[in-house]
């Protein structure tokens, strides 16, 4: 009998991670860090409720943290087989790797150089060098192609059109006397009509479905980005402030910068300097031009018959440290996108903590903000947020921007689901808060008529 446990993902939206296990072997699909409120985080601490070096197998749905950035940890603590990722997304975890590992490491020192950690001394969750160690068990698989772990055991990789690289994991388990049984994990649901990737693929059949609900109770904001954009930018620079833009590394910084270009070129915003202040950032756009197949049509005639899709006019990419701390010598208006998306971490807060306090600036949040992220507390109007263990007064205007989000709302999930010939024998409703994992689970059930569960934290089903 197979089973399958749902580790991470369950009623929030950090830290997927899911066991499939068919006849006593293991697979691990995502392997995700927890984020947000402190008693989630904690959970990275925490010994798994299966040993490293039982699980097979790990399968990637996409590159973003909350989705991999645990496997460092589960290499270090005994997992020693091979991670199957598209290879788009091995290129990605090239990159995102080492730099959470390296994030980790630079969080853990600087909280005991300040000494706000309660732990003496603070320790990273895992090193750069555990990340490296991690890097070399990736295997690269290329999409819609059948990958057999065993014999009864074998998976394909579907295009998601979330992030570059971003798929749809179907497993199909073949067990003696009993017919095929297909698992479909969504991972993240991209956009329909999004200018860069292409639309998500059709997916037609699964006897188990898990689907993501990060926006399972709301509908995208129907302004269009590019006119939400200018009027931010174009008040910002009235004002002489700054626009500091806290997004996802890979996804949302291309995008943002693809919109950037449009505007300029329409002349509907004055050319700023535009700065992407993120080592992985920098990484992740060149990409984009290796990987031209993942490319939506209207992005591959941009780069065909125009200057780069992906830069402005004053365009800079900073990698350095002394490159970021030149930012705060950046005189008049200027557009920094820098990471975490969330503002749990990386450059960004270093930007947050000195523009916050100042009225001429704006902070646009363009992505999903999890329960307990400063994001999610800068959104919801704190007067006041904790930054490296100092307090930072918040007079700055903050905006948010949830037309420019990579993940589907609960109406193109609805629409990639009436993509199924049949329904699944259970829907599991993952990958959401509670409001959220609700929402959409009650939708499936009144639009679609089908049976959808929302699992808890640990639990174990038969399939």
């Not at 806290?246 to 693809?258: E, M, W």
Request: hydrophobic share 40%.
């Amino acid at each position: 009998m197979a089973t399958l446990q749902f580790l991470g993902a369950t009623e929030t939206v950090t830290g997927s991670k899911f066991v499939l296990e068919v006849a006593g072997s293991r697979a691990m699909i995502d392997c995700g860090l927890f984020q947000g409120h402190k008693e989630l985080r904690l959970r990275n601490w925490e010994a798994l409720p299966v040993r490293p070096e039982s699980i097979g197998w790990v399968l990637l749905t996409h590159a973003h943290i909350d989705h991999t950035g645990y496997l460092p940890r589960l290499v270090r603590d005994g997992f020693t087989g091979p991670v199957y990722a598209t290879t788009a997304s091995a290129d990605l975890l090239d990159i995102m790797l080492p730099d959470s590992g390296r994030l980790q490491e630079e969080e853990a020192e600087y909280a005991n150089r300040k000494g706000y950690s309660k732990h003496h001394p603070a320790l990273p969750l895992y090193t750069e060098a555990d990340a490296r160690r991690a890097l070399k068990q990736v295997v690269r698989v290329d999409y819609d192609r059948e990958v057999e772990l065993s014999k009864l055991l074998s998976v394909r990789f579907i295009p998601a059109g979330h992030i570059l690289g971003s798929s749809f994991v179907a497993a199909e388990i073949r067990e003696r006397d009993r017919d095929p049984i297909k698992v479909v994990f969504s991972g993240d649901i991209g956009r329909y009509d999004e200018p860069i990737l292409n639309d998500p693929s059709p997916v037609e059949d699964a006897d188990y479905l898990l689907v993501e609900s990060t926006y399972g109770n709301r509908r995208h904001a129907s302004e269009d980005p590019e006119d939400r954009l200018a009027e931010i930018i174009n008040s910002a620079a009235e004002r002489g402030g700054k626009v500091i833009i806290p997004a996802f590394a890979v996804g949302r910084t291309q995008l943002l910068v693809y919109y950037l270009r449009e505007l300029e070129d329409e002349g509907r915003i004055p050319v700023l300097p535009v700065v992407v202040d993120s080592p992985m950032g920098a990484s992740a756009t060149r990409l984009y031009a290796k990987h031209k197949n993942d490319h939506d049509i209207d992005m591959q005639r941009l780069a065909r018959i125009q200057r780069n899709a992906l830069a402005t006019r004053n365009f800079s990419l900073v990698q350095g440290r002394s490159g970021s701390k030149g930012l705060n010598d950046l005189s008049g208006p200027a557009i920094i996108i820098s990471a975490s998306g969330m503002a749990t971490g990386g450059r960004v807060l270093h930007h947050l903590a000195r523009h916050l306090p100042d009225p001429a600036s704006t902070v646009v949040f363009v992505g999903f903000q999890a329960a307990g992220t400063r994001g999610r507390r800068l959104q919801e109007g704190e007067k006041e947020i904790r930054i490296h263990g100092q307090m930072v007064q918040v007079r700055a205007r903050i905006e948010s921007m949830g037309s420019l989000s990579a993940h589907a709302d609960s109406e193109e999930v609805i629409r990639w689901l009436r993509g199924f010939k049949r329904p699944p024998r259970t829907t599991f409703i993952v990958h959401g808060e509670p409001d959220g994992a609700q929402a959409l689970r009650d939708k499936i059930a009144s639009e679609l008529n089908w049976n959808a569960v929302i699992p808890t934290y640990k639990e174990v089903v038969e399939l």
